[in-house]
Nanobody, 123 residues
Framework: QVQLVESGGGLVQAGGALRLSCLAS????????MGWYRQAPGEQRELIAA???????NYADSVKGRFTISKGNVRNTIYLQMDSLRPEDTAVYYC?????????????????WGQGTQVTVSS
């Protein structure tokens, strides 16, 4: 089994920055793609950024140039640096991972999920 735990959410003013962390534990050898999703009230869960074990990345158009996904120095940690935050970035952010072949946007392909962390951007 794999457990994913997010941290780093909070309240920030528009234009500010936050960094989210995701720590994976358990049978992490089965994970080769990890990503960050977000879900706002009344909206579908959407992929924000994903990264492979080899370091390839993919971003949603809405965050390109503002958000950066990266891996930690150890295999089981990823980060999401969020700069120039906007009120529309307000959502619950989830870490996800799984044994994927590609940087898929389909949440059904990610086997493991964290509990989510709230990010609120005030105007």
């Amino acid at each position: 089994q794999v457990q994913l735990v997010e941290s780093g959410g909070g309240l920030v003013q528009a234009g500010g920055a936050l960094r989210l962390s995701c720590l994976a534990s358990g049978s992490i050898f089965s994970i080769n793609v990890m990503g960050w999703y977000r879900q706002a009230p009344g909206e579908q869960r959407e992929l924000i950024a994903a990264i492979t074990s080899g370091g390839s990345t993919n971003y949603a158009d809405s965050v390109k140039g503002r958000f950066t996904i990266s891996k930690g120095n150890v295999r089981n940690t990823i980060y999401l640096q969020m700069d120039s935050l906007r009120p529309e970035d307000t959502a619950v952010y989830y870490c996800a991972g799984g044994p994927l072949d590609t940087l898929s946007r389909n949440p059904d392909e990610y086997r493991y999920w964290g509990q989510g962390t709230q990010v609120t951007v005030s105007s």
